[in-house]
């Protein structure tokens, strides 16, 4: 290949050269760099991106053009980066071009239009109100307070054309969920002004919506679930958003038991989960005292609320959810989400033949009634830029505290008044006649993206998470334990079926192994194969395990001289059908080490076509099959 021997340029307009030169530090074209089209291609855009973000309102990258020399030397080239002036027709009767240095352009009025139908039917007289330098134009009374209007626009008078601000008004106004088209555009007043117009098409206030969708949870789980939609999408006149939603579900699940696999998994529809939610999105931190927050930071207001009910044929149970929380954008790419108070109660009614089966004290205590009272704070850092095909870091880190700040209360009440709170014969407080949960838990998520070209990347992944119980309540709540398998996990196994540790129920389906901690590690490389499909290859690594040692599950604890020999191993292939608003995901996981397994027989992947080996195990597995692939269906990429 040719490489890149020197970078030249040739821009008459000295302005226009200063902006350029400025930020060569960010230049795509580098000396001893291999000579690439696309490259070249890529570095025309971004100084056409820099310079339209500093005035040049009419730039485009047609300006810019190429020379290269590749006779300087064996396979090297020299490339003249060059900047043609602004090129006009002299006047309409004549076809002389005249060239002139490109202008740079302010932002003089600034009129926003919530209630704008279409051109055609724009010729009404309207209302002007002006605020903060905007013209707000109305035919009807306005349907937004007018300071959620101003917050969403980043454009101000008086200030160099920015396409970044154009871009970030576009996006605020999107994220208001309020307006079906969003259409900004300007026009030029007078010398080197421009007037910017900004057109919002409401979206019908309320609205009902019917989703449906199919699952396919591996082995055979076949189900559907759906939904009944209710949204109101200016409650207050703030653009606050109402939710409203009725979600059920049905699936064929295995039971478990030595002749469930002898069963067909659509004979019966054995799990039922069904229940409403309320939720309300508000666009502003709503604080009873007064915080300070600039408009980039985008704050945000939100309340949950949801009761479900589910039931299988292991156990029912009965989940209430209350929670409100504030997120924030720190930076374009730092975002902070904090929930000061998260409210769960879980009651469960196992079934008798379930309860009989469960030998393990720690999964029996998951399985209790419990209320949990936590705090959580998470944080966001994203590097990626939709507008750009380059490499990006993803990182997310969760924090958790559960019912310390209320036994530490109750601990101080008691201290003055003894016996006020009082507590059961296990030592636990109960709030509600119901046992509290306490404990701590953090988990940490980190990505990278490595574009190679537009048609192949590759993803490497690595999570942890580790949570610790405390005083009133032996174990971990199943639904904060941490688990291993699934289709955005370790995709050989089904979710909630591998580990803690190596440890070995004698199952080969068993959807309780839960555990204190994880570790999980997956290289996943996706390919372009034709149109709208495309393909991955992947593998996936990592387990579970309980922080001390468990008669009922031995082998599931952490130890640090042994847990790397206790790490699971899949790969596999996928296939995605992406439709660009949504991706189907199909995957296929083979279990390469199961360290359910003694250590020397771990490496399971020696006996795919071992018939001996696997008639052994059926043997000692009340004819159960070993299950070498786990079919995977899912929406979205997997991380």
């Known amino acids: 290949p040719y490489t890149i021997e020197r970078v030249e340029y040739k821009i008459p307009d000295e302005l226009l050269q200063y902006y350029v030169i400025a930020d060569t530090s960010n230049c795509l074209l580098r000396p001893g760099k291999n000579y690439d089209v696309d490259i070249m291609q890529q570095e025309r855009e971004r100084i056409t991106t820099e310079l339209n973000n500093n005035g040049y309102y009419l730039f485009t990258k047609d300006y810019i053009y190429y020379e290269v020399d590749s006779t300087v030397s064996h396979h090297k080239v020299n490339i003249t980066l060059g900047i043609k002036n602004f090129a006009y027709k002299y006047s309409d009767f004549s076809d002389s071009i005249v060239e002139r240095t490109h202008q740079r352009f302010y932002i003089n009025n600034i009129y926003i239009q919530p209630d704008f139908v279409s051109k055609k039917l724009d010729y009404a007289k309207k209302d002007t109100l002006l605020l903060e330098d905007c013209y707000i134009l109305h035919t009807e009374k306005l349907k937004f307070k007018t300071r959620v209007l101003l917050n969403s626009v980043f454009i101000h008078k008086g200030e160099l054309y920015q396409q970044k601000n154009v871009d970030n008004t576009y996006k605020r106004f999107s994220e208001l969920k309020s307006f079906k088209t969003i259409n900004i555009f300007f026009v030029r007043s007078s010398g080197d002004y421009l007037d910017c117009f900004i057109q919002l098409s409401p979206i019908p206030k309320q609205s009902f919506t019917l989703e449906t969708e199919g699952t396919n949870t591996g082995n055979g789980n076949l189900g559907i679930s759906g939904s009944i939609v209710y949204q109101n999408r200016n409650l207050f006149k703030g653009a606050e958003v109402l939710e409203l939603r009725l979600k059920g579900g049905i699936e064929a699940q295995r039971t478990g038991n030595a002749n469930s696999a002898n069963i067909s998994p659509t004979a019966q529809f054995n799990t039922i989960e069904i229940g409403p939610e309320a939720n309300v999105y508000i666009p502003r931190f709503l604080i009873p005292f007064q915080v300070k927050s600039s408009r980039r930071s985008n704050p945000k207001t939100i309340f949950t609320s949801s009761f479900n009910y589910q039931r299988n044929t292991n156990y029912t149970r009965y989940i209430t959810n209350l929670s409100f929380s504030y997120t924030w954008k720190e930076t374009e790419k730092k975002r902070h989400t904090f929930s000061p108070l998260v409210i769960n109660f879980v009651k469960v009614q196992l079934q008798t033949n379930f309860l009989d089966n469960i030998r393990d004290l720690y999964l029996l205590n998951s399985f209790t009634d419990h209320m949990a009272t936590s705090t959580r704070y998470t944080f966001i850092y994203n590097e990626q830029?939709?507008?750009?095909?380059?490499?990006?870091?993803?990182?997310?880190?969760?924090?958790?505290?559960?019912?310390?700040?209320?036994?530490?209360?109750?601990?101080?009440?008691?201290?003055?008044?003894?016996?006020?709170?009082?507590?059961?014969?296990?030592?636990?407080?109960?709030?509600?006649?119901?046992?509290?949960?306490?404990?701590?838990?953090?988990?940490?998520?980190?990505?990278?993206?490595?574009?190679?070209?537009?048609?192949?990347?590759?993803?490497?992944?690595?999570?942890?998470?580790?949570?610790?119980?405390?005083?009133?309540?032996?174990?971990?709540?199943?639904?904060?334990?941490?688990?291993?398998?699934?289709?955005?996990?370790?995709r050989a196994w089904q979710a909630r079926t591998l580990g803690p540790g190596s440890y070995n129920d004698g199952e080969d389906v068993s959807f309780g192994q839960i555990g204190d901690g994880q570790l999980e590690g997956n290289i996943e490389y996706r390919f372009k194969l034709f149109k709208m499909l495309k393909g991955a290859l992947f593998i996936d690594a990592g387990n579970t395990w309980l922080q001390r040692k468990d008669p009922g599950r031995p082998g599931g604890d952490f130890q640090l001289d042994r847990f790397h020999q206790e790490i699971a191993i899949g790969t596999g292939i996928g296939m995605r059908a992406d439709f660009g608003f949504f991706i189907i995901r199909f995957d296929v996981g083979l279990k390469v080490r199961d360290p359910k397994f003694a250590e020397d027989k771990r490496w399971v992947i020696q006996n795919l076509f071992d018939a001996e080996w696997k008639r052994v195990y059926r043997l000692d597995n009340s004819n159960r099959k070993y299950n070498f692939v786990t079919f995977n269906l899912g929406i979205g990429y997997p991380f």
């Open 385 to 490: 830029s939709i507008k750009k095909e380059e490499n990006f870091a993803f990182f997310k880190i969760n924090l958790e505290s559960s019912g310390n700040i209320l036994r530490g209360f109750y601990n101080t009440v008691n201290s003055v008044h003894p016996e006020f709170f009082p507590k059961d014969d296990l030592g636990r407080y109960t709030s509600l006649d119901i046992v509290y949960s306490q404990y701590l838990r953090t988990d940490a998520d980190f990505r990278y993206y490595l574009n190679l070209n537009e048609i192949n990347k590759v993803v490497f992944r690595i999570a942890a998470g580790i949570g610790k119980p405390l005083l009133n309540f032996p174990s971990l709540p199943f639904e904060r334990s941490f688990y291993s398998g699934g289709a955005n996990g370790i």
